[in-house]
């Protein structure tokens, strides 16, 4: 099955009534549909996104030595085949089509993921047994998967953190950028805002790496260094969470600079192939994330789409780096971009 053959499969499942499978996830044909995966408001950081990589160029150089290149990413004590995580998606039911909840979605990711030579993130949501199934599926998957925790008070997170540290995950996330979601407005247990003591409270009481998701902005990267996060996530949450932000992509080198290596740096938003993730990695970062296609490609064949979907960014990001003399992830330098 190539890439096309699965889209078309997901098509099928999908229904077409809220995700349109399209052949590019670029965030037009789904503009401001919520419930649905699109940006919301106008509906163009979605798009933003997708366009901002695009507007980036790699320059070849193959006058190198004739070497196999090496995609492999060293993170938290792991080898990972690739430097591409599988971002977190809940409420799969609402947004995308009946065909799975989160538990049935979040069991064929994590299992997908780790035997395509990667790594999954889990979601969270209102209802606990979501984090409860997420973490018995790392668990199963030998801690292979990143729990996902919303920005809950720290009671309530530390009630999450015990179910991520009896599934032997070697890293928590938590999401902060979610505090836009609509559904956690006013909610009970409360989530939401938090300022940098309460977020350092949360990580000093968190035993394994912390993951800071939703940094857009140089002060808030260093507001997550400060509460001592071991790593970020540049990301607008696709534009879901806040209209008319910048693209991940044009934020992304200055928040780079501005850690100088004192944190780990992903990336999310918009990134569709392995050359948009070249350029994301020439730019800084450690590793990306990539959420919805993971959507269309379990929706479209399961485990076999996540082994579709890893095959060709992986051999685009490989083909990339062949053609733009790096052979390894160290080697992808800021003057192969322009």
């Not at 499969?9 to 503009?31: F, H, Y």
């Not at 720290?154 to 505090?179: G, H, P, R």
């Not at 902005?217 to 949450?237: C, D, F, Q, R």
Request: charged share 25%; net charge negative.
């Amino acid at each position: 099955m190539n890439y096309m053959e699965l889209m078309e499969k997901s098509r099928g499942v999908m229904g077409t009534k809220l995700c349109k499978s399209c052949p590019v996830c670029d965030g037009r044909a789904c503009r401001n549909t919520i419930p649905g995966p699109g940006a919301k408001g106008i509906g163009d950081v979605a798009m933003r996104n997708y366009d901002a990589w695009k507007n980036i160029r790699v320059n070849m150089d193959t006058i190198t030595d004739n070497e196999p290149v090496s995609t492999e990413l060293e993170l938290f004590g792991h080898t990972f085949k690739y430097p591409i995580f599988a971002g977190p998606v809940g409420a799969v039911a609402m947004h995308y089509s009946d065909a799975y909840d989160d538990n049935g979605y979040n069991d064929i990711l994590v299992r997908g993921c780790m035997d395509a030579g990667i790594c999954a993130f889990t979601g969270d949501g209102k209802d606990p047994s979501i984090m409860e199934n997420a973490t018995r599926i790392i668990k199963e998957n030998n801690g292979y998967g990143i729990p996902t925790v919303k920005p809950w008070s720290l009671e309530t997170y530390l009630e999450k953190l015990n179910l991520a540290l009896n599934s032997n995950a070697f890293a928590v996330a938590m999401d902060v950028d979610a505090a836009g979601l609509p559904f956690l407005k006013g909610c009970q247990p409360p989530a939401g805002r938090m300022n940098t003591e309460q977020l350092k409270a949360i990580i000093s009481n968190t035993p394994v790496p912390f993951i800071v998701k939703g940094v857009m902005s140089v002060k808030g990267a260093l507001k997550a260094k400060e509460a001592g996060a071991s790593a970020i996530v540049v990301s607008n949450h696709g534009g879901r969470v806040q209209d008319q932000t910048p693209a991940t992509a044009e934020v992304l080198e200055e928040i780079v600079k501005a850690v100088d290596g004192s944190m780990k740096i992903f990336v999310d938003g918009g990134l569709r192939n392995g050359v948009d993730i070249f350029k994301a990695l020439a730019l800084g970062a450690d590793a990306v994330i990539v959420a919805r296609p993971f959507v269309n490609a379990i929706y479209g064949a399961k485990e076999e789409g996540i082994q579709v979907l890893v095959d060709k960014l992986g051999s685009e990001l490989q083909d990339t780096m062949e053609m733009c003399g790096a052979k390894s992830l160290k080697d992808i330098t800021r003057d192969m971009v322009r």
